[in-house]
């Protein structure tokens, strides 16, 4: 690989990716390999409830609300921000997302194919460990998140209708 090449100088972005985090300069090189440019405009989706994740998208500039169905409406679960990925379910056996991810504005992205990520997995055992045991982290970071803004949330309307013990 190029030093000067374009590759290499995602190595320091990469670096402080959610789920690339402590991954050494020649894994990171191997990422960066693989991933694609690619901007979507505001309103378009990255990634749709209900369908296959063909792609990991890492965010490089902009925000992606990230929303789940409920009686027909789209409820915001969380905004990704930059150097966050999303889906997660698209690493994951199978990858049926169960979210929609779209761009609440003009938003850069690194597109890595959700095979192509999962073969270096598989041909780099390590690289492959520490990927998952980031994402691992990473998912039970944003359950824990939001189980906390549920709960605050049915705490607050029961508050409200006089219904909370205490």
Same mark, same amino acid.
């Given at each position: 690989?190029?030093?000067?090449?374009?590759?290499?100088?995602?190595?320091?972005?990469?670096?402080?990716?959610? @789920?690339?985090?402590?991954?050494?300069?020649?894994? !990171?090189?191997?990422?960066?390999? @693989?991933?694609?440019?690619?901007?979507?405009? +505001?309103?378009?989706?990255? +990634?749709? %409830?209900?369908? #296959?994740?063909?792609?990991?998208? @890492?965010?490089? /500039?902009? %925000?992606?609300?990230? *929303?789940? /169905?409920? %009686?027909?409406?789209?409820?915001?679960?969380?905004?990704? #921000? $930059? /150097?966050? *990925?999303?889906?997660?379910?698209?690493?994951?056996?199978?990858?049926?997302?169960?979210?929609?991810? $779209?761009?609440?504005?003009?938003?850069?992205?690194?597109?890595?194919?959700?095979?192509?990520?999962?073969? @270096?997995? %598989? !041909?780099?055992?390590?690289?492959?460990?520490?990927?998952?045991?980031?994402?691992?982290?990473?998912?039970? #970071?944003?359950?824990?998140?939001?189980? =906390?803004?549920?709960?605050? =949330?049915?705490?607050?309307?029961?508050?409200?209708?006089?219904? /909370?013990?205490?």
């Amino acid at each position: 690989m190029d030093k000067g090449g374009p590759q290499h100088r995602l190595i320091p972005f990469l670096r402080e990716v959610d @789920i690339f985090r402590g991954l050494t300069d020649h894994e !990171l090189g191997v990422i960066a390999g @693989i991933c694609a440019p690619r901007t979507f405009n +505001a309103g378009e989706f990255l +990634a749709r %409830e209900g369908t #296959r994740g063909e792609y990991l998208y @890492i965010i490089a /500039k902009g %925000e992606v609300r990230v *929303s789940s /169905k409920s %009686e027909g409406d789209q409820l915001t679960v969380r905004v990704v #921000r $930059e /150097k966050e *990925s999303v889906p997660l379910a698209s690493i994951l056996e199978p990858p049926l997302l169960i979210t929609a991810a $779209e761009a609440m504005e003009t938003v850069e992205t690194l597109a890595i194919p959700r095979l192509m990520l999962l073969r @270096i997995c %598989e !041909l780099q055992p390590m690289l492959g460990m520490q990927v998952y045991r980031a994402t691992a982290a990473v998912l039970a #970071r944003r359950y824990r998140a939001t189980l =906390q803004q549920v709960t605050g =949330q049915l705490e607050a309307t029961l508050e409200y209708m006089g219904a /909370k013990p205490g």
